[in-house]
């Protein structure tokens, strides 16, 4: 089985921002992984937002910040 990422998805997931909050408008990337782990402890927001700060604390436990920011430094917004 062929694992293929979906870019539109990536696309989205590097230049989303924080809507609310202490780190409001701050891409997701950047958040402290701290302030992710409280999310997964807490719930995380329903829809698009919950996905997305989920995938993005799946990315930072996994090593893979660097790829969101080539994402964003060769497909800026």
């Known amino acids: ?3 293929r990422p979906d ?3 990536l ?5 989303y921002k924080m809507p609310f909050g202490k780190y409001k408008d701050r891409y997701l990337v950047d958040l402290p992984l ?3 782990v ?4 807490k719930g995380f927001p329903r829809g698009t937002l919950g996905e997305h700060l989920n995938t993005m604390l799946d990315v930072k436990d996994n090593g893979l ?4 920011r080539q994402i964003q ?5």
């Open 65 to 68: 910040e660097p790829l969101i």
């Open 1 to 3: 089985m062929e694992i």
């Open 11 to 15: 696309l989205e997931l590097a230049h």
């Open 7 to 9: 870019k539109a998805k």
């Open 38 to 41: 409280w999310f997964r402890r």
């Open 34 to 36: 701290a302030y992710l």
């Open 73 to 77: 430094k060769e497909f800026p917004k």
